[in-house]
Nanobody, 121 residues
Framework: QVQLVESGGGLVQAGGSLRLSCAASGSIDSINDMAWYRQAPGKQRELVADITSGGRTIYADSVKGRFTISRDNAKNTLYLQMNSLSPEDTAVYYC???????????????WGQGTQVTVSS
């Protein structure tokens, strides 16, 4: 069984910073893409940033230049450094990973439970 556990969310004032982490655990053979998504109240879940196993990244236009996605492949951990936060960034942030479990022949998509990020004005 593969699990993703996020941490690092919280309440921050506008202009502040937060760093989210997502640790993947369980019987893992390898991890392909990892990503952060977010869902604000009344809105659809949206992609924030994605990173391949080789380190290539993509970002939503709304976070470019403010957020940085990174990963530690040795630790199966994903990060999101969020700077210059604004109230519009308030949402539940979810970790997503495309994982090949041990002794399995294909990849499966896994989600974390989400971590709340609230930015006050």
């Amino acid at each position: 069984q593969v699990q993703l556990v996020e941490s690092g969310g919280g309440l921050v004032q506008a202009g502040g910073s937060l760093r989210l982490s997502c640790a993947a655990s369980g019987s893992i053979d390898s991890i392909n893409d990892m990503a952060w998504y977010r869902q604000a109240p009344g809105k659809q879940r949206e992609l924030v940033a994605d990173i391949t196993s080789g380190g290539r990244t993509i970002y939503a236009d709304s976070v470019k230049g403010r957020f940085t996605i990174s990963r530690d492949n040795a630790k199966n951990t994903l990060y999101l450094q969020m700077n210059s936060l604004s109230p519009e960034d308030t949402a539940v942030y979810y970790c997503n990973a495309n994982v090949i479990p041990a002794r399995r022949l294909r990849a499966y998509n896994y989600w974390g439970q989400g971590t709340q990020v609230t930015v006050s004005s």
